[in-house]
């Protein structure tokens, strides 16, 4: 036990691995959030008549993109560590089955593959809970403005988080990736039937 938590630990304190980790879980939380934007509008638009509805249909697609996410994550990540094996195992000329540098590896891929479905998971549900409270304190329309308005403020922060990592203005990636899901919703509202 101790020796899988000096592992982890040293795992979340590689900073190529939070890198990664930090990528998946915003590239996979835009979509996830972006996807449930879109859910929202289109299900208050197309008429569904109440709230349970919207979120069952809502955590259909966080099931599917957060499989996705971590599946996929892991299936890369296992083909390119395993590439990354075979060419330090070449360059030192020995076998590094059952070391630390492959435990490490591993470690990573689980960081990676957890950070990748979290993002979808709290990108597609945040826009969904208006939805819970429909029928006794909001209506449809009012859970689907306000569901979009989560959607948007969920991109703010992932955009600002970014920014803090890179030492931009917070605000200006903050509304960069809210921008986009304001253009989702606008998009939806426009489609025609």
């Known amino acids: 036990m101790a020796s899988a938590q000096r592992l982890l630990r040293a795992v979340l304190d590689d900073e190529e691995t939070l890198s990664i980790a930090r990528r998946y879980f915003i590239s996979n939380g835009f ?13 208050v638009l197309s008429g569904i008549p109440d709230g ?30 395993k590439a990354e094996i075979r060419r330090l195992e070449r360059a030192m000329l ?3 089955d ?5 435990r490490a590896q591993q470690g990573a891929r689980v960081v990676h593959a957890a ?19 429909e029928g006794s304190a909001l209506s449809m329309t009012e859970a689907g403005v306000l569901g979009v308005s989560l959607g948007i403020g969920v991109l703010a922060v992932f955009g600002a988080y970014m ?19 304001l253009v989702v919703a606008l998009i939806n509202v426009f489609l025609p039937g």
């Open 163 to 181: 920014a803090s990592v890179s030492g931009q203005r917070w605000y200006v990636s903050a509304a960069r990736m809210a921008l986009a899901g």
């Open 94 to 96: 020995t076998d590094l």
């Open 52 to 81: 349970m509805t919207v979120i069952k249909i809502g955590l259909g697609a966080a099931v599917g993109l957060g499989t996705s996410a971590v599946w996929s994550v892991w299936e890369i990540e296992r083909a390119e560590t």
């Open 31 to 43: 979509d996830g959030t972006l996807t449930s934007v879109g859910v929202v509008v289109g299900a």
């Open 115 to 133: 950070a990748s479905g979290l993002g979808p998971l709290i990108g597609v549900t945040v826009p969904l809970v208006p939805f819970a409270f």
């Open 98 to 102: 059952d070391t630390r540098i492959e």
